[in-house]
């Protein structure tokens, strides 16, 4: 599965709690968007995460 930042976008425009996290991601690690998603991406969707098929089906 490979990033990408469009995928993440919707995924993340259409979940409310990733959306939450995202914030989160970027006040907790000083991070611009574009990175956090990225963290995101890493630790919530690659690999098995909560997310996977939803960003599968994206």
Known sequence: MKYSRTKMEKLVKNDPELSKRLKQIMAELDLEKSFAYKALY??????????????QEL
């Open 42 to 55: 890493h630790a919530d969707v690659k690999d098995g995460g909560n997310h996977q098929r939803n960003y």
